[in-house]
């Protein structure tokens, strides 16, 4: 995937197969499950006996016979009636609680999986996403399938039990009509439900993409928020801003709408059943062929079976609905990242470390070509230093020893290992880096250093944040060592968020460093403090140096000098100056440059 966008197409149709990822879920708590299911049928079973009491109350209070009615049946007959309401909403509450937990499981379940299916994937991913309508995705993704478990479980199935077995009892009692009609237009309810459906998912579709756009848009517009300011395009962002929320406008508009025509045709489709038999039940009780209390219990009957058939419209709908967010969450677990363990990956076994970049060709899409037969050697507890110009791919080779690519032609070994053979895991414990932009999680400065090492002590980080110095900056701070950095680490300057950078590094004591202009944004005094405590640390590891500012890698093993992706020179400082190329001008240039400062 790393020649595309993220960019999934939805295909129109239902998509069942969804479902069948739930399962496991359900399965895993399948005797809650099954206990919920035991609620579920106590409660059916009340309501099912309601229209039958109701009709024997009718009929024994108004045949001739009612002077004789022994007070101890009626009261039984109405204190059985209110046992079978309270019970069906008792029983309906009791599924609910008991299957509140398997959904919650399943949420976290899925949730987790995303999340570290996310972390996994490429690079490229993430440069391409848009996080804001990633995270409403997710969001909405997770909730689907909550709404899908309980729905599907407790409404679709039960309800057409419900429904097959009313049109039983209306068949057994009463005459055909009755059956005929209510099949008939569970039958027309159902169709129609699907066909509008189906037509409807298109606007479902549109309505949370306008809402994902409106979302990510808003997101990028606050997190440059100093951007904006800076060139005083806040008319420009909320304009911008507002056309997203037209869209979304419209689509809601367009969703409703479709909504108030599946709605509309449901009711028409119900109203006329009720008619029909209600019409029926009159007719034959008038002609005495029924009693007034078996009027009653069509009547009640129908009342239950429209009811959840009503509501069974509306949960397909949801489902329907569900299924939509739940499938972009499924194409996001479809995705599979490009690096990935060889099957069977060992882990990486360090003695140098050695560094070897053999032949190494890449570029981050086919038409343009970045690195082109790249070769050094790293030896053993050596210090090389790639200089170059801007954007001729120095970064690029830190990524892909990071393996955050792997080269189109060409290898980078380790200590003889291929480094796509090895686990991703052991390869980046073994490397530390000071990347040339430092971004921080917004937690206290004290806990971004520690997140080089999770598990250090406090007085491991202490020692880091001092050979970082950045232990007198601390000081200076009211709240100190706790003191927030912000989103991003955007409270903090830059020469600071280098800082942090560095002590994490200092913390996580890899056996191969590597810095990508790791002190640019420090004043000269800093730097030097900070180059001869990160001399001391390197002293027995193996780094990788990324630097413009030449004077800062005098004292490296072998520079390389790398211009538009191929290495023009190489050698010590004083090997490249006497060679009078690429190197010994830059030299001069920045030499000229500091006496003029
Ligand atoms: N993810 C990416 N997708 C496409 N092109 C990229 C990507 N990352 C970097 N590039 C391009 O690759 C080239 C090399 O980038 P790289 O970051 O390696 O340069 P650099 O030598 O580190 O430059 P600088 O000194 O400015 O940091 C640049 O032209 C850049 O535009
Ligand atoms: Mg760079």
Redesign the pocket.
Known sequence: MRHGNFEPEPDTRVNWQIIRHLVPYLLESRYRVGLALAFLLLAKGAILLIPFLLKHLVDSLEGQSVQALAPGLLLGLVLAYGAARFSNVFFGELRDTVFGRVTERAMRRIGLQVFRHVHALDL?FH?NRRTGALARDIERGTTGISFLMRFFVFNIAPTLLEISMVVGILLYNYSLSYALITLASVLAYGLFSLRATEWRTQFVREMNNADSASNTRALDSLLNFETVKYFGNEDFEARRYDRELEKWELARRRNRLSLFGLNGGQALIIALAQTGMIGLAAWQVRDGEITLGDFILINQFMIQLFLPLGFLGFVFREIKGSMANIEKMFELLALSPTVVDAPGASELTLQGPRIVFDRVNFG??RERP?LHDVSFTVEPREKVAVV?T???????LVKMLFRFYDPDKGRILIDGQDIRQVSQATLRQAIGIVP?DTVLFNDSIFENVRYGNPLASDPEVEEAIRLAHLDEFIRLLPAGRDTLVGERGLKLSGGEKQRVSIARTILKRPPILVFDEATSSLDSKTEQAILAALREIARDHTSLVIA?RLSTIIDADRIVVLHRGEIVESGTHEQLLDEGGHYAGLWQAQQRKEITV
């Open positions: 490229d440069l981050y899409s970045i170059g801007s954007g001729a791919g120095k970064s690029t040339q413009h």
